[in-house]
């Protein structure tokens, strides 16, 4: 009797071992992130924009969560143009933008931007050289982005 249960202690050792040595260890393959980010509100030098532009800014990251590429829609005339798509990349909290051989650097002013974001502001410098844009377009812009 003494034997049998010895026997068996042993067995179910074994399976236990053996089940847990089954057990699926392997994390799954990360995958790209795309966030999406609508504007809520947006200045230029401290005034309200009434009404707010329409425009989306859709960021995606790569498996590792690095910057990747980006596509912005909405209101043509939106200033200042980070274009329509391309490429942007994120040193500290200045984001540039690159779309064919034009790059536009933008400060982020409060949030984050990466593949967790949920909301975040930008702001940067637009003058009277930038994108050859009339004097009333000169200025500073902040958007005010969020899922």
Known sequence: MNHSKKLLSLLAFFLLVALVGCKDDDDPE????????TLQSATLDGESFDPTPDYTLVVTFDKDGNPDTYTASGSATY???I???GTFSITGSVVTFTSGSDTRDV??????????TVSVSL?????????????DDAGTYVYNMAK
Do not use: F, R
């Open 123 to 135: 702001q940067w410098e637009l003058t009277k050289l930038d994108d050859e844009v009339p004097a």
């Open 83 to 85: 274009g329509t798509s």
């Open 79 to 81: 200033q200042p143009s």
């Open 30 to 37: 990360p995958e790209p992130v795309s966030i999406t980010l």
């Open 107 to 116: 400060t982020i002013s409060s949030g984050t931007l990466n593949n967790e």
